[in-house]
């Protein structure tokens, strides 16, 4: 049975409100729920309007509050603890502008998974190469080998 205005003024005012500042669309959809409910929607009404399940409808307007917009986000909108910090992508930033033979390597070239290697030796966090490589992507930073030329090795008389 509908729940027609079980919403104070004030919360449907704020609800209103959120709905239209909100960024996240599936929070804009909770809300929208939250609303419709509250104008006598019936939960199949609201989830056949919205295009979601009814499963869906009956829980999030059973645990959506009106008044906490942080009870209509769901665990997976956390997302992943992110063990690189601001500091760490700066000192990677910083160690890719250096040569490696300058701080103290055989090796005259960084690869992603050295670079990661050396960071962890420095800060204690612990990144494979394909993360170092896509914090450095999302920098903008683009590596390519250079390209050797054996012209100079070339025996010409022998190319003969």
């Known amino acids: 049975m509908p729940a027609a205005n079980c919403l104070t003024h004030e919360q449907v005012k704020k609800l209103q409100k959120a709905l239209k500042e909100e960024p996240n669309g599936e929070i804009r959809e909770r809300i929208l729920m939250l609303l419709l409910l509250n104008d006598g929607k019936t939960q199949a009404q609201i ?3 919205i ?6 409808v009956c829980h999030w307007c059973i645990h959506g509050d009106p008044d906490n ?3 209509l986000k769901d665990k997976r909108m956390e997302g992943n ?3 690189a910090t601001e500091e760490y992508v700066n000192l990677l930033l910083e160690t890719l502008s250096k040569e490696p033979t300058e701080l103290g390597y055989e090796f005259g070239r960084w690869t992603a998974h050295r670079l990661a290697t050396y960071l962890h030796e420095i800060t204690g966090i612990q990144l494979s190469g394909s993360q170092v ?4 992507a999302k920098k903008k930073y ?3 080998w250079g390209k050797y030329s054996l012209e100079s090795k070339r025996d010409e008389e022998e190319r003969k």
């Open 47 to 49: 989830a056949q309007f």
């Open 142 to 144: 683009v590596y390519i």
């Open 69 to 71: 917009r942080e009870s």
């Open 51 to 56: 295009g979601v399940s009814i499963n869906t």
């Open 133 to 136: 490589r896509r914090i450095l």
């Open 81 to 83: 603890n992110k063990k």
